[in-house]
């Protein structure tokens, strides 16, 4: 007779044997919170990639933070101008890590149309970008594809190593 | 009452310092000469004639010219449904004129926003701040003699700017009803560049 703490195949399927770097990867890949830096009308098409039709909770990223701290995945959807260059830089500082970026759309990946005085010529001049999305603005599928590009790039991170590298620095506790 | 009237009760009332009212495509200018009456012109504008809305105010960089600055004032009466271009002329040396802020409210952040982008002071502004650059940006980037790639500053804390590449640019579009290629934005040579005239590369033999 089967003890009620065992293992339980009929309840809980068949049991998956992988790495810890694959395991720890596939959690943070699938559920990449996004941080809304909508600056201009790039935003309007992030709200589409939101909503029902194109569904972003599709990938596991439909919570959409307002805070750093809680938030994976800065989408810098919009132009940057100097004058906001600051607060993009302070805000992306204090997302905790890991965190990654994704300049959407002309603007914020090289600053687009506008050439001039006030505009900062693409984010990665402050911040370091993971994926860059053309278009102005780009469609929707177009965001869902940078973010599914930017899994595919979560899947690939040697998260291990990393933590082991990152050890000294946390302290005897860790 | 129509906008000629108007202007013509202006003229009546302050004289000399009011130019001749000139007419555009139905629109009424007038030229202020002194512009230390504009108070006191404005005020008549609004208590007497019935122009109780300040519509915008904008400002000119005659470059090269003296004097370099004119500033324009547009008026509107919501009672007449008439609309009243006010204009006059500030000296470079001077760059002030008097606020229009007793007059009408709304001025504040127009004021503030050519004191910012071209540099001009509106004295008696109660809080003439930049409005659109932050606060320590040592240049006004609406003045013609100011480059549109901008020029490097380093405010650290608050705000740097770079030179930008132009790459041969400033890409202009033209007003054509050619198809979207002759419209696009691209770099033009003056002559390419006047009033009506698309771009010559594509001009059909």
Known sequence: MQSEYAYDSKIEGDVIVTRVD???????????????????????ELMAVGASRFDISRFGSEVMRFSPRQSDCMIVAGTVTYKMAACVKRIYDQMSEPKWVIA???????GGMYRSYATLQGVDNIIPVDVYVSGCPPRPEAVLDALMKLQGKIKKEPVLQDLVALKPLLGQNQ | MTALESANQIKVQFGDIISEPAEFRGEISLKLADADKLVEVCNFAKKTLGFDFLVDITSVDNYGEDPRWTVVYHLRSLVHNVELRLKTDVSEEKSALPSVLSVWRTANWHEREIYDMMGIRCVGHPDLRRILMWEGYPYHPLRKDFPLAGKPTDLPGVAFTRVTPMEGGPFVTLPTKEDSIAREPRVRVPEDAEPGVSDKRLVKK
């Open chain 1, 22 to 44: 694959a395991a720890l990867n596939w959690f943070r890949a699938n559920s990449v919170w996004p941080m809304p830096m909508g600056l201009a009308c790039c935003a309007i």
């Open chain 1, 104 to 110: 959407m759309g002309a603007c914020a990946s090289t």
